[in-house]
């Protein structure tokens, strides 16, 4: 089985601070990890995904998340937060093989301060 | 190359009604994933389609859901005596087949359905 927990349903930032959004994950298996973006009335777009290869990816928009397998966590981050970043953000972990449906976070909402 | 189409955008529908709804894939895109999102939550998987592979429908709620795929192009799923706790929004996504390297899932806009 599979879940992920995302801590902050909201996070506020003033632009042009880090932005570093937290996630845990639990998988029985090596797991794909990844990190989607919803901004407001449109659809999902990927922001990066982990695939077992290098531990620290970089996505896009300046993003990157870093794979802590000790920790079981892939928490996302951006050095300095823009005003367009805010939007809603989704970890997600899926199985590395065979059915691949993703188990989603429950969201965090990233607010950017002007 | 269009992305993940659905329609319609937005149903409203009275409880006990029967819904449908649409979602066309990436041309080329085996696999087709649905997800539900309520209000405030994440997205539950509900069913999986590859090729013509029996589907994956370990994510529907009730016997009230089914889908259906024809070949590797277009999927209905339908709610049947839809309930008031079967207001989300519904989304599709497609991805290359499951086994491949570059694996991603690709999202459509999603239908937001209320049910009244």
């Known amino acids: 089985a599979q879940s992920v927990t995302q801590l902050g349903s909201h996070v506020s930032v003033s632009e042009g601070a880090l932005v570093l959004l937290r996630c845990n994950y639990s998988?029985?298996?090596?797991?794909?990890l990844f990190w989607y973006v919803q901004y407001p009335n449109q659809g999902l777009q990927l922001l990066l995904k982990?695939?077992?290869?290098?531990?620290l990816v970089k996505g896009i928009n300046g993003f990157e998340a870093e794979f802590k397998k000790s920790e079981t966590s892939f928490h996302l981050t951006k050095p300095s937060a823009h005003m367009s970043d805010a939007a809603e953000y989704f970890c997600?972990?899926?199985?590395?093989?065979?059915?691949?449906?993703?188990?989603f976070g429950s969201g965090t909402r990233l607010q950017v301060q002007p | 190359g269009a992305g993940v189409s659905q329609s319609p955008s937005n149903k409203v529908t009275e409880k006990g009604k029967d819904v449908e709804l649409r979602c066309d894939p990436i041309?080329?895109?085996?696999?087709l994933y649905w997800y539900r999102q309520r209000l405030g939550q994440g997205l539950e998987f509900l069913i999986y389609?590859?090729?013509?592979?029996?589907?994956?429908k370990s994510g529907l709620p009730s016997d009230r859901f089914s889908a259906e795929r024809t070949g590797e192009s277009v999927s209905t799923l339908t709610i049947q005596r839809t309930q008031q706790e079967d207001s989300a929004v519904y989304l599709c996504?497609?991805?290359?087949?499951?086994?491949?390297?570059?694996?991603?899932?690709?999202f459509g806009p999603g239908t937001r359905l209320t049910v009244t």
């Open positions: 997600a972990v899926s199985r590395p093989t065979g059915r691949r449906a993703l188990t």
């Open positions: 389609f590859q090729g013509n592979s029996a589907p994956d």
């Open positions: 996504a497609s991805s290359l087949p499951a086994g491949g390297l570059s694996y991603e899932q690709y």
């Open positions: 982990y695939t077992s290869a290098a531990t």
């Open positions: 041309s080329g895109h085996t696999a």
């Open positions: 998988s029985s298996v090596p797991p794909y």
